[in-house]
């Protein structure tokens, strides 16, 4: 299957700005509410409500927790609720999930019309090269794993450590701690990697 860019459908800013002011007023929650509750300065979220600006993972995941809710569900309308037993399979196709840019990374959530997930995975495109392209490290609750499908990733650390891992090499770390992932792959490309995130 070709892993262009053009081969993934990718998510419209405008249609995860319009969810998540959508969830958010769902709550009753105005945006000083939701900031103050997220960390995500004020103006920022008004920017992400009125697709002006791509965020990162971190943002978003902090966004999410503050309205008590799965990232997934920025992502793709809830399903109806349902009283009969929950899913115990979800398969999804990488080639029709939707996907979001971050302008340093393409984000692909999995697996999100699970309920009440414990983890979050993720295909990611890892677009950025140089640190330089951060305006910081990226910090959330939990662990994370990471396994890289093709390229080369570099995952760097704000406390100055780095690994560097090829096809079918994996890594695990606490990502609470600073990261990004950075692409070293030979062509001067993108990588791909598999990643799995949890708040716990």
């Not at 700005?17 to 960390?39: D, E, I």
């Not at 606490?174 to 030979?186: A, C, F, P, R």
Request: charged content about 20%; overall charge neutral; hydrophobic content about 40%.
């Amino acid at each position: 299957m070709p892993d262009t860019p053009t081969a993934r459908p990718q998510l419209d800013r405008s249609a995860v700005g319009a969810r998540l002011r959508q969830l958010r007023k769902s709550r009753q929650m105005t945006l000083k509410q939701l900031s103050a509750q997220s960390g995500v300065p004020l103006s920022t979220l008004s920017k992400m409500e009125l697709a002006q600006v791509s965020v990162s993972y971190e943002k978003l995941a902090a966004v999410a927790r503050a309205l008590n809710l799965d990232i997934a569900q920025l992502f793709r309308a809830s399903s109806p609720s349902v009283a009969a037993q929950p899913a115990t399979v979800v398969v999804d196709s990488l080639a029709a999930v939707a996907g979001y840019s971050t302008g340093t990374y393409d984000y692909y959530p999995i697996a999100g019309a699970f309920p009440e997930r414990r983890m979050t995975p993720a295909y990611a495109r890892i677009i950025a090269r140089e640190r330089g392209q951060f305006d910081d490290f990226i910090r959330h609750p939990g662990q994370e794993f990471a396994m890289v499908i093709s390229g080369r990733v570099r995952i760097e650390f704000e406390t100055g450590e780095a690994v560097s891992i090829g096809p079918q090499e994996t890594a695990y770390f606490d990502s609470q701690v600073g990261h990004i992932y950075l692409s070293e792959s030979e062509d001067g490309g993108d990588a791909r990697v598999m990643v799995v995130m949890t708040d716990r």
